[in-house]
């Protein structure tokens, strides 16, 4: 309960007016505090205003009234205080409408406020020439516990026979809304309601903690690996109302590795099944600012991320978003650049190479041997170049420069129980091809550890 105390007045007394001086004397702190304990039933819409509601008030003619006076008018409490930004700019408005319907429309301001810290502050306002001059119920507390609300300025709406009518946001006092309500049409005004069990400390969404899980317009979700799931390399789906990636158990550097190659779809796609090359592993510099090696970290442990983002949203400002959220997370500084790298191309050593030259063909060997799949490719020999960077992952990159026709098929068997260079260039030349030594200018991702991770 004294948690609840205690979040409620500051729902009051928030936001704070950016020109005034925060300044609360002990009376209106303690009537605060008493005004917000929800120890009275509570007044809803259709129900009658009690006959007996006496309260103090300020710049009237009287210094006490009873609100059954004002029976036979459309009366509108205006719930406000002084560092409330919002109430202060809505003042004028209330003034003016005052005015406007004199005789069918009472506008009455209620505050908890002691009677000296609003007579300084209309002080204040006087010497900056913007008096309060509405007549205004102060030290109340009767009133804001029968209209229990978070946050100021709240409006209560009551019929000229003392029937609520509605309990708005101040955005619904209108010239148009009052016009409706005195033609006797109040169901145009919206409603404001308010969550009682709502819990700061708890997470936002989560058991409808504030909504339900589905109300965000933006998430982003890192957990470590989660064993009890399937480990999936990528997905993403985009509706009519969201955009969605999702990866699970994967590396760091995999996660770069997703977000990059959306980023520079021609270097890193695979044009075919939208999929990233594993071969990019192999492009990721890994250094400190000093130029060391970064910590193991970014290469053992593995993690779950989620991005949901609006339907707008482009497909490259989607993973503009996970390159951010890695690089918070992560404490990384990540960018993608041309660099010369060493790697090794695939040639062709004979002109009467044994390959096969058909499209959709299928073939898979055990663990032990390059799978290959032979799906139409459309670029030039691309899985099984995948394939070797796949099962000799200690090798620099392997580049593809066979200049094979489009739709090609490698179809011979590569044994990598010995994974060397020299069994692999051995096996490779009985079938003419062989690996040459390359340095070649090349788009790779540079992960370099902030300061101090």
């Given at each position: 309960?004294?948690?609840e105390?205690?979040?409620?007045?500051?729902?009051?007394?928030?936001?704070?007016?950016a020109?005034?001086?925060?300044?609360i004397?002990?009376?209106?702190?303690?009537?605060a505090?008493?005004?917000?304990?929800?120890?009275?039933?509570?007044?809803?819409?259709g129900?009658?205003?009690?006959?007996?509601?006496?309260?103090?008030?300020?710049?009237?003619?009287?210094?006490?009234?009873?609100?059954?006076?004002?029976?036979?008018?459309?009366?509108?409490?205006?719930?406000?205080?002084?560092?409330?930004?919002?109430?202060?700019?809505?003042?004028?408005?209330?003034?003016?409408?005052?005015?406007?319907?004199?005789?069918?429309?009472?506008?009455?301001?209620?505050?908890?406020?002691?009677?000296?810290?609003?007579?300084?502050?209309?002080?204040?306002?006087?010497?900056?020439?913007?008096?309060?001059?509405?007549?205004?119920i102060?030290?109340?507390?009767?009133?804001?516990?029968?209209?229990?609300?978070?946050?100021?300025?709240y409006?209560v709406?009551?019929?000229?026979?003392?029937?609520?009518?509605?309990l708005?946001?101040?955005t619904?006092?209108?010239?148009?809304?009052?016009?409706?309500?005195?033609?006797?049409?109040s169901?145009n005004?919206v409603?404001?309601s308010?969550?009682?069990?709502?819990?700061?400390?708890?997470?936002?969404?989560?058991?409808?903690?504030?909504?339900?899980?589905?109300?965000?317009?933006?998430?982003?979700?890192?957990?470590k690996r989660?064993?009890?799931?399937?480990?999936?390399?990528?997905?993403?789906?985009?509706?009519?109302?969201?955009?969605?990636?999702?990866?699970?158990?994967?590396?760091?550097?995999?996660?770069?590795?997703?977000?990059?190659?959306?980023?520079?779809?021609?270097?890193?796609?695979?044009?075919?099944?939208?999929?990233?090359?594993?071969?990019?592993?192999?492009?990721?510099?890994?250094?400190?600012?000093?130029?060391?090696?970064?910590n193991?970290?970014?290469?053992?442990?593995?993690?779950?991320?989620?991005?949901?983002?609006?339907?707008?949203?482009?497909t490259?400002?989607?993973?503009?978003?996970?390159?951010q959220?890695?690089?918070?997370?992560?404490?990384?500084?990540?960018?993608?650049?041309?660099m010369?790298?060493k790697?090794?191309?695939?040639?062709?050593?004979?002109?009467?190479?044994?390959?096969?030259?058909?499209?959709?063909?299928?073939?898979?060997?055990?663990?032990?041997?390059?799978q290959?799949?032979n799906?139409?490719?459309?670029?030039?020999?691309g899985t099984?170049?995948?394939?070797?960077?796949?099962?000799?992952?200690?090798?620099?990159?392997?580049?593809?420069?066979?200049?094979?026709?489009r739709?090609?098929?490698?179809?011979?068997?590569?044994?990598?129980?010995?994974?060397?260079?020299?069994?692999?260039?051995?096996?490779?030349?009985?079938h003419?091809?062989?690996?040459?030594?390359?340095?070649?200018?090349?788009?790779?991702?540079?992960?370099?550890?902030?300061?101090?991770?």
């Amino acid at each position: 309960m004294k948690f609840e105390r205690m979040l409620l007045i500051q729902l009051l007394l928030f936001p704070f007016c950016a020109t005034a001086q925060f300044e609360i004397d002990s009376t209106t702190s303690s009537l605060a505090g008493i005004a917000v304990e929800r120890t009275l039933p509570q007044v809803t819409i259709g129900m009658h205003m009690p006959d007996d509601i006496n309260a103090k008030i300020l710049f009237a003619d009287r210094t006490n009234i009873n609100l059954s006076g004002y029976m036979g008018k459309l009366l509108i409490l205006d719930f406000w205080h002084q560092w409330c930004g919002s109430c202060l700019k809505l003042m004028p408005k209330i003034e003016r409408l005052q005015k406007e319907y004199l005789g069918k429309l009472v506008i009455l301001p209620v505050t908890f406020q002691s009677v000296s810290s609003v007579k300084s502050f209309q002080d204040r306002l006087k010497q900056r020439g913007a008096p309060l001059l509405l007549p205004t119920i102060v030290e109340d507390t009767l009133l804001r516990k029968m209209f229990p609300h978070h946050g100021d300025p709240y409006e209560v709406w009551i019929d000229e026979n003392g029937v609520v009518l509605a309990l708005t946001k101040d955005t619904e006092i209108s010239e148009r809304n009052i016009n409706a309500v005195l033609a006797g049409q109040s169901s145009n005004l919206v409603n404001t309601s308010w969550q009682w069990n709502f819990d700061q400390r708890k997470a936002f969404l989560i058991n409808k903690n504030g909504a339900a899980d589905s109300f965000y317009q933006y998430r982003s979700i890192i957990t470590k690996r989660i064993d009890s799931i399937p480990d999936i390399l990528y997905y993403t789906n985009r509706d009519s109302n969201r955009m969605r990636v999702f990866i699970s158990n994967a590396s760091i550097k995999w996660l770069y590795k997703v977000a990059y190659s959306h980023l520079d779809s021609t270097e890193f796609m695979d044009s075919k099944s939208r999929l990233p090359f594993s071969s990019i592993e192999k492009r990721i510099v890994e250094e400190t600012s000093s130029g060391e090696k970064i910590n193991t970290e970014i290469n053992s442990p593995s993690y779950c991320y989620e991005l949901t983002l609006p339907a707008e949203f482009s497909t490259r400002s989607t993973f503009n978003f996970m390159v951010q959220d890695l690089d918070r997370f992560f404490s990384i500084h990540s960018e993608m650049k041309k660099m010369k790298v060493k790697c090794y191309s695939l040639i062709r050593t004979s002109k009467n190479s044994n390959y096969v030259h058909q499209k959709y063909k299928y073939k898979a060997k055990n663990e032990t041997k390059v799978q290959v799949f032979n799906f139409g490719i459309d670029d030039n020999v691309g899985t099984f170049i995948e394939q070797l960077n796949r099962q000799y992952p200690n090798l620099p990159l392997i580049v593809d420069e066979t200049n094979l026709p489009r739709g090609t098929n490698i179809n011979f068997e590569i044994n990598t129980d010995n994974r060397t260079i020299i069994d692999l260039q051995k096996q490779l030349k009985r079938h003419g091809f062989a690996l040459a030594r390359r340095e070649l200018s090349k788009k790779v991702i540079i992960l370099k550890c902030n300061g101090g991770a």
